[in-house]
């Protein structure tokens, strides 16, 4: 994983998704993922900037996935256009979702708890 740490919020809600979000822009980021750990602590999340899909295998853990769109212009924002909550683990399905150009994926619980919808504006930035 890249060493530039980020943070993501909903614009929209007002809401903290992630105080300590990891830049997965990298190749070896992208193939790696989340694979490999125990657990995504509360707060922490995986930024996976120009995706739009995930797989779950040799995952041991569920997530949060927020899949959204473009920066648009002006501010940067980016629009959610799917939320999946609670992806089970060892999933062989890698999910799609048109338009989406970047995927963040975060501790189960984060959409309900920052009540992250679609159509909210989110924002990845540095702190």
Do not use: C, Y
Not at 17 to 45: C, I, Q, V, Y
Not at 49 to 67: A, K, Q, T, Y
């Amino acid at each position: 994983m890249s060493r530039r740490r980020l943070v993501a919020r909903n614009i929209s809600r007002g809401t903290q998704l992630a105080e300590r979000l990891e830049d997965g822009s990298s190749f070896w980021a992208k193939f790696m993922g989340l694979m490999g750990r125990a657990a995504l602590p509360a707060g922490e999340g995986l930024w996976l900037p120009g995706e739009n899909g995930i797989h779950m295998l040799f995952m041991r853990f569920s997530i949060d996935v927020l899949f959204v769109a473009p920066p648009s212009s002006g501010d940067g924002s980016r629009r959610v256009l799917s939320v999946r909550r609670a992806v089970p683990p060892w999933r062989g399905v890698v999910w799609r979702v048109g338009g989406a150009k970047g995927v963040l994926e975060l501790p189960v619980g984060t959409i309900d708890s920052s009540e992250t919808a679609v159509g909210d504006q989110i924002s990845i930035g540095r702190p």
